[in-house]
C-alpha cells in the first residue's frame, strides 16, 4: 500500500493506482489543465472509501510505500485512470494525424 498525501490529508490506496495518481496529475501539470478523480482509499479510520481528489497544475501530491497491503479491488479505478492517462498524452503528444495546418483553417467551412 502507499500513503498518498494531499491537501494536508493522508489515505492509503494501492501501489499502482497511486503511481497512476501522480502520473495523471503531472501529465494535467503539463497541459495546464485540471481533473477529478475518485479512487478507493484507507481513511486514517481505517475505512475504504471513495476518495475523490482535484487535481491541478498547483496540486502538492505526494505518496510513499507502507508494510500494510491494500486489499480492496482497483481494477475500474486502474482502468480509469489508464484510460484518461491514454486521452491525455494523445492530446498533449498527438497522433500521426495533426490536422489542418493552421494555414489551412477555414472557420467557415
Known sequence: MKRV???EQTFGTDDHLADLV????RL???GDSSDTVTIPGRTEAGLIEPITVLIGP???ITAWAEDEV???DVADAVADLEHRI?????????DDDPGPALDEFDPLA
Open 5 to 7: 498525501a494531499y491537501a
Open 22 to 25: 501522480l502520473e495523471y496529475a
Open 28 to 30: 494535467l501539470a503539463d
Open 58 to 60: 498547483a496540486s502538492q
Open 70 to 72: 491494500f486489499e480492496t
Open 86 to 94: 491514454r486521452v491525455r498524452t494523445t492530446f498533449i503528444i498527438g
